[in-house]
């Protein structure tokens, strides 16, 4: 298009000069060797334009039969490349396709058309094609001499990781991936099995600076940089806890920045401070965690930040955050607890019930079970809640690649993969709902009991009437009396159990 419009501009200029000259008439004399020529001077433009015409026709004319040999060579040179070209492109989609043999002849092919030299995807080829023929040594040979290439360079050292990691020389994969590391830390493979590695050897540190790297080479979007970074930060600072608490809470506190309501981050941070007195500060960071996400390990931090507090101190920490997050599982069942450790079984009670009724988990049944240990030490009842528990949906934990852990870790033990580790329930450990689908309080209980002393003047004639068995022995009665369940509203069915309140034989009689 500018040429054209060039051609266009010069036409133009040229038709302009000539009008302008023919609307000025002149003469133009010349003499040569005595000879006089006259002519005007529009006729002497034109003499002089094509003059000018013939000059260029003819230098291009010479040009072109200079250069004609060269000209000659260099097509049949490109011609030659091209279908060189050709044979690589068809070799490499046939060692996609998994065709060593179609692979090996088009790289055979591609090498006496294009200089091996010139062009590294024929070295490419050629690995492709040792690997798919299991031919590993040849591939290594190849992937090495691709490292000393500065355009195959990084094509080279994913080979050799990749090749070392499937022989199992897992140290010098790892120096294969550091070395590319260092060099591109924008090749995602290199950065991520080199922090995978000084995670596991808690260097946090070196992978801190490497994932900054990484992020600066635009390698990692900022939301997943971020994410990555807070979990490193909170894996020092839990390191640091114990040595240097400063160190710790400034870490954890930098990861909170980063990540918002990271619970492991709050609970480390929160530790911190409480170390250094500053139980105000850790409070306020549990608190906006649990604001974030209620998690049963912020509220056992919270609980018990103070040592010195007793039960009640500890109860009223508890309804602190009820309050913060009310009508959530996690609340209610922090109360339970914590009511339970001071003795207000009513409390306990309520709030463990109102947490079944929320949401029926493994935990909420073992505490209604606790409560009834400690209160009335009914062995009936403390069996039937541990026997809802086993049917009740499993807790959550934290779990990565289907390892549980009883504790956050910054990285699975499986797979090495950072920020690994998930609050949620175990896939071996899902169960269903419980079989009723709803609970029982503790009052609806005991307001179908028999009333003690109806029961205990019962008169004989009701065991007398009772079925009798062919060898005279009273029959057993059915389990459930009055569609309550085996112990509902009643001491317990179970001959094992004494009620402290009877000692009778003919009461027991009537009760069972």
């Known amino acids: 298009m500018i040429r054209i419009i060039s051609y266009v501009l010069l036409i133009l200029v040229l038709g302009f000069g000539f009008s302008w000259l023919a609307d000025r008439p002149g003469d133009v004399e010349i003499v ?4 006089q020529i006259d002519m005007s001077l529009t006729v002497a433009a034109a003499i002089v334009a094509a003059l000018i015409a013939v000059v260029m026709i003819l230098w291009w004319l010479l040009r072109t039969l200079w250069t004609s040999p060269h000209s000659v060579r260099r097509y049949f040179r490109a011609r030659k490349r091209d279908r060189g070209y050709k044979a690589l492109s068809t070799g490499l989609i046939a060692a996609g396709a998994g065709n060593a043999q179609m692979a090996r002849r088009m790289s055979s092919r591609a090498k006496g058309l294009i200089s091996s030299s010139r062009e590294p995807l024929i070295l490419m080829l050629e690995a492709e094609a040792a690997l798919i023929e299991g031919k590993h040594d040849e591939a290594r040979r190849l992937f090495e001499q691709m490292v000393g290439d500065s355009e195959t360079r990084e094509y080279g050292l994913r080979g050799l990781y990749l090749e070392a990691s499937r022989a199992g020389a897992h140290e010098a994969a790892r120096q294969y991936a550091e070395k590319a590391a260092e060099e591109a830390p924008y090749l995602p493979w290199a950065a991520k099995a080199t922090l995978e590695h000084r995670c596991r050897n808690g260097e946090w540190d070196e992978a801190i600076h490497l994932l900054d790297r990484q992020r600066i080479a635009h390698g990692v979007r900022r939301a997943e940089a971020d994410r990555l970074k807070a979990v490193l930060l909170t894996a020092k600072a839990v390191d640091q806890l114990d040595g240097d608490p400063a160190g710790a809470r400034d870490n954890a506190i930098n990861a909170l920045k980063l990540a918002k309501g990271f619970v492991p981050a709050a609970v480390t941070a929160a530790r911190a401070l409480i170390r250094e007195d500053n ?5 306020s960071v549990l608190e906006s965690a649990w604001k974030q996400e209620p998690h049963p390990e912020v509220a056992r931090v919270y609980a018990r930040a103070r040592p010195g507090d007793g039960a009640l101190d500890r109860l009223k920490r508890a309804e602190r955050l009820e309050h913060l997050k009310p009508n959530n599982v996690e609340s209610l069942l922090v109360v339970a607890e914590m009511a339970l450790e001071a003795h207000d079984f009513n409390k306990a009670r309520s709030k463990a019930e109102a947490a079944a009724r ?10 209604l079970a606790d409560i009834e240990d400690i209160e009335t030490g009914d062995q009936a009842r403390i069996r039937y809640w541990m026997a809802q528990a086993l049917k009740a949906p499993r807790d959550p934990a934290w779990v990565a690649d289907g390892q549980v852990s009883e504790s956050w870790r910054p990285f699975s033990p499986v797979s090495g993969r950072i920020d690994a580790f998930e609050w949620k329930v175990p896939y071996a450990q899902l169960s269903g709902p419980v079989e009723d689908g709803h609970v029982i309080s503790g009052a609806a209980m005991l307001a ?6 109806q029961t205990a003047a019962a008169p004989a004639e009701t065991v007398a009437q009772q079925p009798v068995t062919t060898a005279g022995e009273p029959a057993a009665r059915p389990a459930t009396v009055d569609g309550a369940g085996p112990f509902h509203g009643r001491p317990p069915d179970d001959p094992g159990v004494k009620d402290p309140n009877r000692t009778d034989e003919k009461v027991r009689l009537n009760l069972y």
């Open 358 to 367: 929320l949401s029926p988990s493994e935990r909420v049944f073992l505490l």
């Open 279 to 283: 139980l105000r500060k850790a409070a």
């Open 448 to 453: 179908d009991l028999p009333p003690l002393a």
């Open 32 to 35: 040569f060797q005595g000879q």
